[in-house]
């Protein structure tokens, strides 16, 4: 599936720091036309979302992410040990067992975004501690 | 207006490459293993994990280079007979991640060795609303991952411990296309044996080469005298094999040892190679390199 911005007819990009840390199986995703800075959202419901999670990708997803062993695995299995979970790149923030259960329930072919962006926001407003109330303000910084 | 061919990406997602990069990977790792066999039943508890163990066992002996991918993702069993259980220890690094190494040598993946604790069950979200088809999804890029993910090595033979049923056998079939073929596993009971004549139809109508019927429990071997005698009622498994026209290539007897470690930590056939149960099993490893022998693309 591809995005057109009509008046420009440019291709639209893929936000990657637009997704939305739904905690539901609903995709949700940006796109943005690069020439007039124009944004959609492409919203999908629960069967859309199943459909596109059976090619087991990476949506907006860098190759790095892809390759990354047992990447899935990792950040899917509920009851993993903990030197797999340490297998995922991830940074020095301290995740809340609120926050890590929240980012758990994002389809898992976006779950990688959407920690991105919650990454990101919590490094832009200098903190290092990622809890339930910051991912409420990511949310609402998204916007959808 | 540009059209779908103009636009020459997808916007960044990079969806087909991502596929592409998946499948090379697959290939990669599995290039190095020279054939692959599954193992399995479209009934449970016909002691499938026990027989795929002891003849990964026997081809070892043989002096073969052998793993085992656990492919019953929620009763991962094969791993404790081998001697990797749930504890132990993970190493992973960028390229994947090291397979256990149980007796014999013998190379396994299992999501046993993954799970923190010995009773964690294998669940892709403690969201009771999760649908079927969302954990079916996962449990397919689960298995794709272990066999992906798994540094094999170089490899004689892969041993694919399926799961109950005949399901699981669709993703094998579409992850690994070069598939040597499958051995059908029953027991001498008529309902086991119903259920597994149509596993073997599916196989057949799917294309995937079944290596022959094995009767497994087909008799009891007393662990004190080595004395065989009838164990279920039912008819002769031979019988569906010449139904179904596939080469019926072995009965195992029920034998209370197959199960379990021997004193020593080892496999039952190195230690009883000689004994009914362990002939047998040499029987239905003959069985299988034949058929590999005799069908030069696998």
């Known amino acids: ?144 | 207006m540009k059209t779908y061919e103009d636009l020459a990406g997808d916007g960044g997602s990079n969806i087909v490459g991502q596929v592409v990069s998946k499948l090379e990977k697959l290939r990669s790792r599995l290039d190095g293993i020279k054939h692959k066999v599954a193992l399995m039943s479209g009934k449970g508890g016909v002691g499938k994990s026990s027989l795929t163990a002891n003849i990964a066992s026997c081809l070892a002996d043989r002096g073969h280079r052998v793993g085992i991918l656990d492919a019953d993702l929620n009763g991962p069993s094969i791993g404790q007979l081998l001697g990797v259980g749930n504890d132990h220890k993970l190493v992973l690094d960028d390229d994947g991640i090291e397979p256990g190494i149980g007796v014999q040598g013998i190379k396994i993946m299992s999501m046993d060795m993954l799970l923190s604790q010995p009773d964690s069950p294998v669940m892709w979200t403690e969201e009771p609303g999760a649908t079927a088809v969302w954990v079916s999804t996962m449990e397919s890029t689960a298995l794709r991952e272990l066999l992906s993910d798994t540094k094999w090595g170089d490899l004689d033979f892969l041993l694919i411990d399926m799961p109950p049923g005949s399901d699981r056998i669709d993703n094998i079939r579409e992850l690994v296309p070069e598939l040597a073929g499958v051995v059908e596993i029953t027991i001498p009971s008529p309902l086991s044996q119903h259920i597994v004549s149509k596993s073997i139809t599916k196989n057949r109508q799917m294309g995937v080469p079944v290596i022959g019927l094995v009767e497994n429990m087909a008799t009891y071997v007393c662990p004190h005298c080595d004395q065989e005698a009838k164990l279920f009622e039912g008819k002769d498994a031979k019988d569906l094999s010449q139904n179904k026209g596939i080469p019926f290539i072995g009965k195992v007897p029920f034998d209370t040892r197959l199960s379990r470690k021997t004193g020593s930590g080892g496999l039952f056939y190195t230690e009883h190679r000689d004994s009914i149960t362990g002939q047998a099993i040499a029987q239905v490893v003959d069985a299988i390199q034949n058929f590999i022998a005799n069908n030069p693309k696998s």
């Open chain 1, 1 to 144: 599936m591809k995005f057109l911005c009509v008046p420009c007819d440019v291709q639209m990009e893929t936000q990657t720091d637009g997704i939305m840390p739904e905690e539901n199986k609903n995709l949700a995703m940006k796109f943005k036309c690069k020439n007039c800075g124009h944004t959609i959202a492409m919203l999908t419901n629960k069967f859309e979302t199943e459909f596109v999670s059976k090619l087991g990708v990476q949506m907006g997803g860098s190759s790095a992410e892809v390759q990354a062993p047992l990447s899935v695995v990792s950040s899917s299995l509920a009851q993993a040990k903990e030197e797999l979970s340490k297998a995922n790149p991830e940074d020095n923030l301290v995740w809340t067992e609120e926050a890590l259960d929240r980012i758990k329930k994002v389809p898992f072919f976006v779950r990688n975004m959407a920690r991105k962006t919650v990454i990101n926001f919590a490094i832009e407003k200098g903190v290092t501690l990622i809890d339930g109330k910051l991912m409420d303000e990511v949310r609402e910084k998204v916007g959808m």
